[in-house]
Structures are given as C-alpha cells and as structure tokens.
C-alpha cells in the first residue's frame, strides 16, 4: 500500500529564511509525486508535481522539490520565506494509474 | 473551464436533518474524489468514482453516509441523519488520470448544531 510520512506538523521559520517542509513516500511502483498548498478557508491548490522528468521540479511562488529515489523523498524548499508563504503544506503521491494518497500536512507558520 | 464547483459553500443545520452536498468536475476528468477535511483528523478520503462507478468507498464512515455519481458532470454526497460529529469541510476533486493533477473545489462548510 502507498503512505505519505510529513516529518512536522508545524514548521515556523522566519520571513528571509529558508523553508524545508519534509515528505516521504512508499510506493510499490514509480509514483507520481505532489505537492498542494492551502490557504486559510480555500481548497488545495498545485505548488509543483513530479512525473519522471526532471528530478529537481520548480513550482509556483518560488517553491522547488527534489525526488530522491534512494532516499524516498519529495522535499520541498523555498530559499526565503515570505509571509504570504503562510498555509499548510500536503505532499500526496499518485501511483501510476491508481488514486491519490494524501499525507497528513505540515503547517508553515512565518514569523516577522 | 470553471473549474470543480461545489455548493452549497456554506449549510447549517440541526442535528437529524438530511444534508446534501453537490459536485460538478471539470469536463472531461474520468475520476471524482470526495474528502472530508477537519481540525482533529486532517483530510480524509470518502469515496471516489471513475467514470460514475464508485471505486473505493472503505473511507465512508457510516451507513449515514451515501454518494453518487450519476451522470460524468454532477455528483452527490448525502448525510442522513446528520449528527453534530459531521461538522466538517467537504472538498470534491476532480482527475483526469495518470500524471494529471487533482483539481479540487473551493469546499462545502458544513456545520450540525
């Protein structure tokens, strides 16, 4: 069975430093890898996804992740925060063909 | 496209009183998930279909609990009776398969009194 593991539920960094949100996945095929973001009162909306092509994805905001087979990884970082950048953070993965499975969020909370 | 649309965005009810939560994918999208999202449990899976016919409805939580889905452009999900544990966001999304991103609607705030 596919599992999304994100290391923190609540991540708080200040605005202009770095922000490293942590997922990893198990997957009994190549998966499809994302992440969705989530403001206060809206639906989840795509940051970037990775599907086989490059392993260094950018994404919306100035968002990027990295897949890294060997370590099972799909982590998501930004070099400087902004406040804006204040949401909750899903990775969800996409076995081939199969249906979506969600981690449980991480909360990224930017401190002035 | 106008992308997942939901409605009503926001119902309030008594506890015992029949809810009934309505979904329009986006054209085209052979698959239709129905989550739930609370404080406490974080966003659940309910039930998804692909092209109308219900896949996996294991994350249902109750015979209270029922969803359609029958035509490609509108689906259901009904609470009855619903109970003040119900209260909750409930977010439809729409997938148009393999390496497609999962559209979701802006939620239905559902609160039982």
């Known amino acids: 069975a596919q599992s999304v593991t994100q290391l923190g539920s609540h991540v708080s960094v200040s605005e202009g430093a770095l922000v490293l949100l942590r997922c990893n996945y198990s997957?009994?095929?190549?998966?499809?890898l994302f992440w969705y973001v989530q403001y206060p009162n809206q639906g989840l909306q795509l940051l970037l996804k990775?599907?086989?092509?490059?392993?260094l994805v950018k994404g919306i905001n100035g968002f990027e992740a990295e897949f890294k087979k060997s370590e099972t990884s799909f982590h998501l970082t930004k070099p400087s925060a902004h406040m804006s950048d204040a949401a909750e953070y899903f990775c969800?993965?996409?076995?081939?063909?199969?249906?979506?499975?969600f981690g449980p969020g991480t909360r990224l909370s930017v401190l002035p | 496209d106008a992308g997942v649309i939901q409605s009503p965005r926001h119902e309030v009810t008594e506890m015992g009183q029949e809810v009934t939560l309505r979904c329009k994918p986006i054209?085209?999208?052979?698959?239709l998930f129905w989550y739930r999202q609370t404080m406490m449990r974080g966003l659940e899976l309910l039930i998804y279909?692909?092209?109308?016919?219900?896949?996996?409805d294991s994350g249902m939580p109750e015979d209270r609990f029922s969803a359609k889905m029958p035509n490609a452009s509108f689906s259901t999900l009904k609470i009855q009776p619903s109970e003040p544990r119900d209260s909750a966001v409930y977010f439809c999304?729409?997938?148009?398969?393999?390496?497609?991103?999962?559209?979701f609607g802006e939620g239905s705030r559902l609160t039982v009194l």
């Open positions: 999304a729409s997938w148009p398969g393999v390496a497609g991103e999962l559209f």
């Open positions: 279909f692909n092209n109308n016919v219900p896949i996996d």
């Open positions: 054209s085209g999208h052979d698959y």
């Open positions: 997957s009994s095929v190549p998966p499809y």
């Open positions: 969800a993965v996409s076995p081939y063909g199969q249906n979506f499975v």
């Open positions: 990775y599907t086989s092509a490059a392993t």
